[in-house]
């Protein structure tokens, strides 16, 4: 399901590229440069885990906008931003839109490949977290509405005796919908079918006592 | 005897009546013509006395010329013994009687009688046939007759000269009338002449008589001079003497009484004041006319009108004074200068040919100094003898040589070809030197009369700039201290880019170094990267170290170092030092250079300074524009025949008309945070390049900022 993790580099530098390509490529990452934002942007990318190195100020698109961009897709990437002469309001810019290292020029080695490691890593967990999710995503488009409704009430914590009285049907019922949508969720606690709803974002129904709920992280 | 009685009776009385009828003849002679006398003389005694033949010749006694009449029928012969015997008796005639003159039947006697002495007064011969002829009677009728004529002919000829003098007389009167007319219009006409003549001149004439103290003469521009209309009669004497000045009036009696005294000539000036207020200067002059016992009858004299001479002479005196007054006061040194001999030593070479006199200076240093020697010093004024340290005037009126440094010879040099070339004035900066030595930068100009003029009078003017120069110095030197503050400032504001511009090779050098290591830390090390990591690593070095190069130039304190520069080089050494502000003002930087620009000679620092300005400039200009791209252009062109001009044009707010005229003083400012010097700094570098920098609103948005500079050939 995953190659290798693949370092993108972004500079207009070609003296910069090139060395990046160089650095990041001795220490064993495959390394994709590109000239440009949307060179990258238009670039087709590779099913693994990767990072994105890029410089702030770029003619045209800036790293900045690419960042926002990336955001939009689904196909966002752990950003590390280098900076030839960094300013503070910048960088915290960056980092609050997620970035996760901000560089200056000339950066550390190590540094960078402390970065890069980092940054594949979370892009790692991140794809599996949406990897996940998109099982997840699909458990809970198989469910019929009347499960979903059990569900919600379920993960807000009602006993099936309040579920029932709530959705005007027998407890009997309640009880073997709940089965099945625990089957089909494959959650084997009440405890995993929370975490579950939780990360698909469903919020809890009925009136009794609702859990606190853990938001997506973003990537 | 009774017969004889008888007959000498009747012969007597015949005798008497024949005298008494040619007493009467005279009387019918009187006034008649010399000719006609004679030929009545003839025609009495052929007719009267009963002759057969008369002739008669009346001389002149005054040697006018003879008459000569014959009458009666005479012989062939008698005329013909007559013609003989005058021409055989000449001068010595006397009376004589002839027997017989005929050689005919007939016997013929004949008379010949002188009339005067030495028949002086003629003569008179007569024939008769009688035999008794010539009687007494006869000889005494013919006598009496002759006399008779003779007188009457004396009278006709002192009638007929009296006439003739009376004719002439006539003549010599109708001539000499003649003339007097002639002369009387000539006069009239000199008269005119002379009237207008002095009204030309202004010149009035009048004769004064002494005895009776009267004006005799006065001409018509005399009344004139004094206001009077000559058309109105001549003023009285004591009319003219009112009109002299009240104060001039004493003065004028003192001055006749003493010349009456002294029988001199006199001349005065005075002051005449007319009805109307107008004051005339009047100049008279006169001389004593005596009479032939030596006493003083009368002065004659003339009166000038000098009004406008001597207003002119006022004038002038003015001027002179003004002129003088501003040689003395004026606060700049003035050599009035005899260029006389220089100039005529110039005329005799360019006469010998001489035509280059740059080349000929140049070939013959000496003239210079032979020139300088020639020039002969007339006057200097007062600031002359301060500036150049003298005790007194005469200490410089000696030679240029005095106050001339060896530098002087150079410009004196060049005002000689001035002056061969016939140019008016020349100008120069130059040195001078002190009494004392000191050294002056001056300002030297000279101004030539026109040809042909003299050339003894050469206004020269020194002005000391000593103090001046050295103001411009550390004017100058504080403005390149300025400059450099500016630049240093500017380069703050660049610190981005510059950081940027640095770091980019430094992070790349960095990175390489780094791959090349990680590489030969490997098992088996790929030596190719390496080398490409090193080959890398050496070209931003070299990267890195331009950019410091540019850097050190920019931020450098050194004096302003002119060379030839290529204007698109500049601009685009300027381009990566703008580029980050460039790129985070989002402004698109487009460059549109000429090619083949002549190149330039400049300070690159400078003129760098001056672009980064100006980029800086349009980039703010754009930063608050939001609703149009912001567009940055720097365009370089050839520029008005050999220039180059360098163009920044920006889309942005554009330039308030209202401070169109400030932008490029100092202090002024648009910016919050500005200073203000940049525009001002960048012009009075392009003034220092001898360029022109200005602004032009675009028109649709923004302005566009040029500067020119010359390019050298």
Redesign the interface.
């Known amino acids: 399901m995953t190659g290798s993790p693949v370092v993108f580099v972004v500079d207009d530098?070609s003296?910069?590229r090139?060395?990046?390509r160089?650095?990041i490529?001795?220490?064993g990452f495959i390394v994709e440069v590109f000239p440009s934002a949307p060179a990258f942007m238009r670039a087709r990318r590779p099913d693994a885990p990767g990072c994105l190195v890029l410089d702030v100020?770029?003619?045209g698109l800036?790293g900045l906008d690419l960042q926002r961009e990336l955001a939009d897709t689904d196909a966002a990437l752990p950003i590390i931003f280098?900076t030839?002469?960094g300013?503070i309001p910048m960088s915290v810019r960056a980092m609050k839109a997620g970035a996760v290292e901000f560089l200056?020029?000339?950066?550390?080695?190590q540094d960078?490949l402390d970065a890069i490691r980092s940054a594949i890593e979370r892009d790692r967990e991140a794809r599996q977290e949406r990897h996940e999710l998109a099982e997840l995503r699909g458990r809970y488009a198989s469910l019929t509405p009347r499960e979903r409704d059990v569900l919600a009430r379920i993960v807000a914590g009602l006993l099936n005796k309040q579920i029932a009285g709530e959705l005007g049907t027998s407890e009997v019922t309640v009880k073997e919908q709940r089965g099945h949508l625990m089957r089909k969720m494959q959650a084997g606690s009440v405890a995993d079918l929370v975490r579950f709803a939780s990360r698909l974002g469903i919020p809890s129904a009925g009136s009794g006592p609702s859990l606190p709920v853990r938001t997506i992280p973003s990537v | 005897m009774a017969v004889d009685l008888d007959a000498g009776t009747h012969g007597l009385r015949t005798a008497l009546r024949d005298l008494v009828a040619l007493s009467a003849i005279p009387a019918a002679w009187v006034g008649r013509e010399p000719s006609a006398i004679a030929a009545g003389l003839a025609d009495v005694l052929v007719g009267s006395l009963h002759l057969d033949f008369a002739f008669v010749r009346l001389c002149d006694p005054d040697g006018g010329a003879a008459v000569e009449v014959t009458a009666g029928n005479a012989w062939k012969t008698f005329p013909e013994w007559l013609q003989h015997h005058l021409a055989g008796a000449g001068q010595s005639l006397r009376k004589e009687v002839i027997p017989d003159v005929g050689v005919g039947v007939e016997p013929c006697r004949g008379i010949f009688l002188p009339i005067g002495v030495n028949a002086e007064g003629g003569l008179v011969a007569a024939a008769c046939d009688r035999t008794d002829f010539p009687t007494e009677i006869d000889q005494l009728l013919l006598s009496v007759a002759a006399n008779h004529a003779a007188t009457a002919f004396q009278n006709a000829r002192l009638i007929y000269e009296r006439k003739r003098a009376e004719g002439e007389l006539r003549q010599a009167r109708d001539e000499l009338e003649l003339k007097v007319a002639e002369r009387t219009a000539e006069l009239r006409r000199s008269e005119a002449y002379l009237a207008e003549a002095q009204r030309l001149t202004h010149t009035g004439s009048w004769a004064w008589n002494i005895s009776t103290g009267q004006k005799i003469h006065a001409s018509e521009e005399y009344a004139r001079l004094f206001g009077f209309d000559p058309e109105q009669g001549m003023p009285s004497f004591e009319a003219f003497r009112q009109r002299i000045h009240p104060e001039d009036r004493a003065r004028a009696g003192e001055i006749l009484d003493r010349a009456i005294r002294e029988r001199t000539d006199f001349e005065w000036d005075f002051r005449a004041v007319l009805p109307n207020g107008t004051l005339k200067y009047i100049h008279a002059v006169a001389h004593p006319v005596l009479n032939a016992s030596g006493d003083l009858v009368e002065f004659v004299g003339t009166n000038v009108d000098v009004t406008e001479r001597k207003q002119a002479e006022a004038q002038l005196r003015e001027s002179e004074q003004r002129y003088r007054y501003i040689f003395e006061s004026t606060g700049v040194s003035i050599w009035e200068e005899d260029f006389s001999q220089v100039k005529a030593a110039i005329d005799e070479l360019q006469s010998k040919g001489v035509r280059d006199f740059r080349e000929y200076l140049a070939a013959h240093p000496d003239f210079v100094q032979q020139a300088i020697s020639m020039v002969r010093i007339v006057d200097v004024n007062d600031v002359t003898v301060k500036l150049f340290a003298a005790e007194r005037k005469n200490d410089l009126l000696v030679s240029l040589h005095k106050v001339f440094v060896p530098e002087t010879q150079e410009v004196f040099a060049a005002e000689l070809i001035a002056l061969a070339e016939g140019q008016r004035s020349f100008a120069a900066e130059t040195f001078l030197q002190t009494l004392k030595g000191e050294r002056l930068t001056v300002l030297f100009t000279v101004t030539f009369p026109p040809r042909p003029a003299r050339f003894d009078s050469v206004l020269a003017t020194v002005t000391d700039i000593t103090e001046r120069k050295r103001t411009e110095e550390s004017l100058r030197q504080s403005q390149a201290e300025l400059a450099h503050v500016t630049r240093v400032t500017t380069l703050g504001e660049l610190t981005a880019s510059i950081a940027h511009e640095i770091n980019q090779p430094l992070a790349a050098i960095v990175a390489d170094a780094n791959a090349s290591l990680n590489w030969l830390a490997a098992a088996h090390p790929d030596l190719d990267v390496v080398r490409e990591a090193l080959a890398a690593i050496v070209q931003d070095g070299h990267r890195a170290a331009d950019v410091i190069q540019r850097l050190r130039q920019l931020a450098s304190k050194t004096e302003p170092h002119k060379a030839r520069l290529d204007v698109n080089n500049l601009i685009r050494d300027v381009a990566p030092l703008v580029r980050t502000a460039v790129l985070s003002h989002r402004v698109s930087l487009r460059m549109d250079l000429a090619s083949a620009l002549p190149p330039v000679h400049g300070d690159r620092v400078q003129l760098q300074q001056v672009l980064i300005n100006l980029v800086m400039n349009g980039i703010e200009a754009m930063a608050s524009v939001g609703d149009r791209p912001p567009e940055l252009v720097i365009r370089s062109r050839p520029y008005g025949g050999d220039q180059v001009l360098v163009a920044v044009q920006d889309t942005g707010v554009g330039i308030d008309p209202n401070t169109i005229d400030q932008l490029f003083s100092a202090f002024f400012t648009t910016k919050p945070g500005g200073l203000g010097m940049g525009l001002s700094i960048s012009r009075s570098i392009i003034d220092a390049h001898g360029g022109r920098l200005w602004a032009t609103p675009n028109p649709t948005h923004g302005a566009t900022f040029h500067f020119a500079l010359p390019g050298i050939r």
Request: proline share 8%.
């Open positions: 530098d003296a910069v090139d060395s990046l160089r650095l490529t001795s220490v100020r770029l003619p800036s280098l030839g002469h300013d200056t020029k000339p950066f550390r080695e960078l």
